[in-house]
């Protein structure tokens, strides 16, 4: 009897269906193609995130530990339950998704528009870590619906900022437009014996042509003509927080531009897939299986900007990676070919872009199959 051995580690599939689920619904589809006396299918799933939504779902799956939770106010202006989660090794992992993630606005009828929202309920949520104790804390960047520059989560940790006439401003992107002064003196004390790290789901700098507004900013809300305002607004809170250099860094876009503001606080700035990958010490078991599948809910070219497949498939080597994702933007399409020798799309075995949304469990199963198929002829 021939064994194979498969990792699965997709992220999720965002506002359709988790990681977790994602990797159950090919794990069954795999068993049902495989059936049979000749084959011993030995599958792994490991659902993953890049520091976007699910974060704390991933590293709990595998890391013992002990959730946390503080009541917040988040970004939607409601009052939530935020979790958080203390490995036993030490680290305190925050999702900043928890408190400021499109989905809260999303579903909220008169959530605040994208000029009253800011960070500021991050900023709390490392307060209360820090406040039980925690210093060192991986903060998840990803899937945020503020575009502040992290003006918020500074102010929430003790730094105080007014526009020309002295006047404190806002936590939110409206206080960014309006910031002539920053004063970083009284920032919370704790953080200086603290190890920060902000776990960047892109590499995208806060500023220029590949910079957080102008690559992120209309997807949530800013038009043409706001990006211009809100890209010198970044520049001078980089002055005002002498920082330039940590604006041009790597990461430093992530988020709405959470990834500056962690580096102002000294933050380290990580490849969140990788720290992932790392954190729950998956590399030697893909690298010691036949295949790893991971997956996404749309592979473009923002895939191959730090996106979690990409970190997967370079991890896994010398195991082959095959992806899987609702749909695979046809641009990005051959670049993803040096990653993932095969790429399938929901779309090419559900009835519609409609039915791929609607039933992507069910379709993620047949896609599972359509690999089996594939492995049984060799």
């Excluded at 959730?67 to 988040?74: H, L, N, R, S």
């Excluded at 997807?219 to 041009?248: M, P, Y």
Aim: proline share 5%; glycine share 10%.
């Amino acid at each position: 009897m021939a064994q194979i051995r498969i990792v699965i580690a997709p992220d999720s599939f965002k506002g359709s269906l988790s990681a977790d689920a994602v990797a159950e619904s090919l794990a069954d589809g795999l068993a049902d193609g495989m059936a049979g006396p000749d084959i011993e299918l030995v599958t792994t799933r490991a659902p993953m995130a890049d520091g976007g939504e699910g974060l704390l779902a991933a590293v709990a799956a595998t890391c013992p530990g002990q959730w946390q939770e503080a009541v917040q106010t988040g970004i939607h202006a409601r009052s939530l339950t935020a979790r958080w989660y203390v490995m036993d090794s030490g680290p305190a992992i925050i999702e900043s998704a928890e408190v400021l993630g499109l989905p809260l606005i999303e579903v909220t009828p008169d959530a605040p528009p994208l000029a009253q929202r800011g960070s500021y309920a991050l900023g709390t949520l490392i307060a209360e870590a820090l406040d039980h104790g925690s210093r060192d804390i991986a903060v998840g960047l990803g899937g945020s619906a503020c575009n502040d520059a992290g003006l918020g989560l500074l102010l929430a940790l003790g730094a105080r900022a007014f526009d020309d006439e002295g006047r404190p401003v806002s936590p939110d992107m409206n206080g960014l437009l309006s910031l002539a002064r920053l004063d970083l003196s009284d920032l919370d004390a704790r953080l200086r014996d603290t190890r920060l790290r902000a776990l960047c789901d892109v590499d995208n700098p806060l500023l220029g042509e590949h910079g957080a507004s102008r690559v992120y900013g209309p997807q949530k809300g800013l038009s043409e003509a706001d990006i211009d305002a809100v890209e010198a607004a970044f520049d001078i809170l980089a002055i005002q927080a002498r920082a330039t250099d940590a604006a041009e860094r790597p990461g430093s876009g992530a988020a709405g531009g959470l990834g500056f503001a962690l580096a102002v606080l000294g933050a380290a700035l990580e490849s969140g897939a990788d720290s992932v990958i790392a954190l729950t010490d998956l590399a030697p078991t893909m690298q010691d299986a036949d295949l790893v599948i991971t997956g996404e809910g749309r592979s473009d070219t923002q895939t191959l900007s730090g996106k979690l497949p990409v970190a997967i498939a370079r991890a896994a080597r010398p195991t082959p990676t095959w992806l899987v994702a609702g749909d695979i933007e046809a641009a990005a399409d051959d670049r993803l070919a040096e990653y993932f020798p095969r790429r399938y799309r929901l779309l090419d075995v559900a009835d519609s872009k409609e039915a791929a949304l609607a039933e992507p469990a069910r379709y993620l199963h047949a896609v599972g199959r359509e690999i089996a198929t594939e492995l049984r002829r060799g």
